[in-house]
Each structure stands twice: as structure tokens, then as C-alpha cells.
């Protein structure tokens, strides 16, 4: 499934934007417009919210009786204090305390039972992991412990999930980066499995609409993102600019940052561009020319200072509103 589908957080993007400026205000306020907007869900453009609806369905299809166990679950990334913050979810009740989370990412999860043993199964597409990911309650096997998810030359990633000793609702997922000539870092999130994620799209996907970085990302089997675009969206629009990488010849990637303004008419790319366009579409499975008019698309947006303006500031508010966590 990973490759039949990509992480994608620049359609939706451009899709908010069209909305936006589809209203009748000749000026709208982009907070009210967010808070109203009407998500629209598909196969085909995929973020971690509908990447775990998608891998659930396809499992339905080969493995009905299994499937009707797997449910959607909440994820709160960069949690600073473990147990504070599972305390002031219990303390407050999850539904009263959901005021001030932010719950980016969501996944799949599975409880299951080994010989007597309680453990969790969680099923991860949105952050490319190619494995299904086994958490017992004693880490004894199988409990999956630490993998690496990512190797690269400048950056290995490694994960671990373990519940957390706090609460058994909860599962403590570590990232561990090592950084060529730098100290480890290590970043901890909080996944609650207690209950079903019913208000993902509402909540996880809303966020994501004004989170200030975008990508559209195609991973292989084994999680690799392989090709794509990013770009962090930034206060001034003669700063924006968008970096395009794709496998190459000889087992390289080509890496190329651009001004967004060098796409803004799809008929005036300059040449040198194009044939990057070229190479990066296919691995993308898009027509060179469908992704032209993406990339159009994503400059008209970023180059709406009015739009992107009060986009960061929403961006900043639920930052700071959940700051504490």
C-alpha cells in the first residue's frame, strides 16, 4: 500500500486555498473559513488520517474478521512531560482535556492477546512505516522494540513503541535521530488506544490545513520516500520556495531547491526546470503536465500574502495553545 499511495498535504493545501478565495467576501476571514470548511476525504490524496482508513479497507477486503478490530487511534506528537500529560488527560477527562491537544497524527491500532499477554498491534502508513509494529505490555516477544525506520547518509531515524508505564491507555512512541557529527536527539509522542479516534477529520485534518509545511511524497515498499516536493510556508512570498528530489541513475536522488515564482505559468517554466518536472512525475505516477499545474497551483497560494498571512497566525495560535503539552 505504501507504494500505491503517497503522503500528500499539498492537494488538500491547494484545495483550502481554492475554497478560501471561492468565498463572496472580497476580503474573508480565513479563521471563520477554517473553522467552517467542509474537508473533502479521497483515495487519491492521501494524508495520515485517510492512509490508516485506506490500509483498514484494503485489510477488510482479504481479512474481514480481523479488520473489524482494528480501529483509528489519536496521536500527540513532541509530548514534552509523559506523565503530566497523561495526567491532565485523566485529571480533565479526554473529552474536556481535547480542548488544548492538538492530536496531529493519526494511526491504527489493534489490542490483542499472546498466550494470556496483552499487547497492542499499530499499523502506521502516514509516517511510512512498512511494518506492522507489535507493543506488549511486558516487551517480551514479539514485542517489536527498537527498528530503524529510516538510513540515510545524513540521518538514521529509529523508532520505538512501548505502553506507557503511566497508563495502559496510552502507548509512548520514541523517535531516536542520529545526525552525521551530532548528538542523538530524541523526540516522544503520545498515542491514546483507550478508546476509538472518531473526530479525525475534524480534528487531525482541520489542524493540518494550516500546519506551515506541505509535501507530497511517494515511499517504496519499505517505507523509503523515495520522491516529491516540500516546501515550509513562509511569511514573504519572494522568499518561497520549493525543493524537488527523485531517484536518479546509479543509486543517486536528485535534490533541487527553486523559487516558487518560476512556476507560477505552467507554459513558462524555463527548460531546466521542466526536465526535472519530467523525471519527478513519473515517480510521483502524475502526467508531467498535471504536476506543472500543481506546482502552479501551489505558487498561487503561497504567493497570497493576505491568505498565508492569516493562515501562519492560526498556524501559531494552536502552537501556542498547546504549548504546555
Given at each position: 500500500?505504501?507504494?500505491?499511495?503517497?503522503?500528500?498535504?499539498?492537494?488538500?493545501?491547494?484545495?483550502?486555498?481554492?475554497?478560501?478565495?471561492?468565498?463572496?467576501?472580497?476580503?474573508?476571514?480565513?479563521?471563520?473559513?477554517?473553522?467552517?470548511?467542509?474537508?473533502?476525504?479521497?483515495?487519491?490524496?492521501?494524508?495520515?488520517?485517510?492512509?490508516?482508513?485506506?490500509?483498514?479497507?484494503?485489510?477488510?477486503?482479504?481479512?474481514?474478521?480481523?479488520?473489524?478490530?482494528?480501529?483509528?487511534?489519536?496521536?500527540?506528537?513532541?509530548?514534552?512531560?509523559?506523565?503530566?500529560?497523561?495526567?491532565?488527560?485523566?485529571?480533565?477527562?479526554?473529552?474536556?482535556?481535547?480542548?488544548?491537544?492538538?492530536?496531529?497524527?493519526?494511526?491504527?491500532?489493534?489490542?490483542?492477546?499472546?498466550?494470556?499477554?496483552?499487547?497492542?498491534?499499530?499499523?502506521?502508513?502516514?509516517?511510512?512505516?512498512?511494518?506492522?509494529?507489535?507493543?506488549?505490555?511486558?516487551?517480551?516477544?514479539?514485542?517489536?522494540?527498537?527498528?530503524?525506520?529510516?538510513?540515510?547518509?545524513?540521518?538514521?531515524?529509529?523508532?520505538?513503541?512501548?505502553?506507557?508505564?503511566?497508563?495502559?491507555?496510552?502507548?509512548?512512541?520514541?523517535?531516536?535521530?542520529?545526525?552525521?557529527?551530532?548528538?542523538?536527539?530524541?523526540?516522544?509522542?503520545?498515542?491514546?488506544?483507550?478508546?476509538?479516534?472518531?473526530?479525525?477529520?475534524?480534528?487531525?485534518?482541520?489542524?493540518?490545513?494550516?500546519?506551515?509545511?506541505?509535501?507530497?511524497?511517494?515511499?517504496?515498499?519499505?517505507?523509503?520516500?523515495?520522491?516529491?516536493?516540500?516546501?515550509?510556508?513562509?511569511?514573504?512570498?519572494?522568499?518561497?520556495?520549493?525543493?524537488?528530489?527523485?531517484?536518479?541513475?546509479?543509486?543517486?536522488?536528485?535534490?533541487?531547491?527553486?523559487?516558487?515564482?518560476?512556476?507560477?505559468?505552467?507554459?513558462?517554466?524555463?527548460?531546466?526546470?521542466?526536465?526535472?518536472?519530467?523525471?519527478?512525475?513519473?515517480?510521483?505516477?502524475?502526467?508531467?503536465?498535471?504536476l506543472a499545474a500543481l506546482m502552479a497551483d501551489l505558487a498561487d497560494c503561497v504567493h497570497d500574502g493576505d491568505f498565508v498571512k492569516q493562515l501562519l497566525d492560526i498556524n501559531d495560535s494552536i502552537t501556542k495553545m498547546s504549548a504546555d503539552n
Open positions: 500500500m505504501l507504494e500505491e499511495t503517497h503522503y500528500d498535504t499539498a492537494n488538500n493545501f491547494v484545495d483550502f486555498h481554492k475554497a478560501y478565495r471561492g468565498t463572496h467576501s472580497a476580503s474573508p476571514d480565513l479563521k471563520t473559513h477554517f473553522q467552517n470548511y467542509m474537508i473533502p476525504i479521497n483515495r487519491r490524496h492521501h494524508m495520515c488520517v485517510s492512509l490508516g482508513m485506506e490500509i483498514v479497507s484494503r485489510l477488510a477486503e482479504q481479512h474481514p474478521k480481523i479488520a473489524k478490530h482494528l480501529y483509528l487511534v489519536s496521536c500527540e506528537e513532541a509530548v514534552e512531560d509523559a506523565e503530566a500529560y497523561i495526567q491532565h488527560c485523566e485529571v480533565e477527562d479526554i473529552e474536556k482535556a481535547g480542548k488544548s491537544l492538538e492530536k496531529e497524527h493519526a494511526l491504527v491500532a489493534m489490542k490483542i492477546v499472546v498466550g494470556g499477554r496483552e499487547g497492542v498491534l499499530i499499523l502506521d502508513p502516514g509516517y511510512h512505516v512498512a511494518r506492522a509494529v507489535t507493543v506488549m505490555k511486558d516487551q517480551c516477544y514479539p514485542h517489536t522494540g527498537w527498528f530503524t525506520q529510516s538510513d540515510e547518509p545524513h540521518c538514521k531515524r529509529e523508532y520505538s513503541y512501548v505502553l506507557s508505564p503511566h497508563s495502559a491507555d496510552f502507548i509512548t512512541w520514541t523517535e531516536r535521530v542520529t545526525r552525521v557529527g551530532k548528538q542523538q536527539q530524541y523526540e516522544m509522542s503520545m498515542i491514546f488506544i483507550e478508546r476509538p479516534y472518531r473526530t479525525a477529520i475534524d480534528v487531525t485534518v482541520r489542524r493540518n490545513l494550516v500546519y506551515n509545511f506541505r509535501s507530497l511524497l511517494s515511499r517504496d515498499a519499505k517505507g523509503r520516500v523515495c520522491a516529491g516536493l516540500y516546501f515550509p510556508v513562509v511569511p514573504n512570498p519572494a522568499d518561497a520556495q520549493v525543493t524537488l528530489f527523485y531517484d536518479a541513475a546509479n543509486d543517486t536522488q536528485v535534490k533541487q531547491k527553486f523559487k516558487f515564482s518560476l512556476f507560477k505559468d505552467p507554459q513558462k517554466i524555463p527548460e531546466n526546470i521542466v526536465a526535472h518536472l519530467e523525471n519527478l512525475a513519473p515517480q510521483l505516477r502524475m502526467k508531467s503536465n498535471v
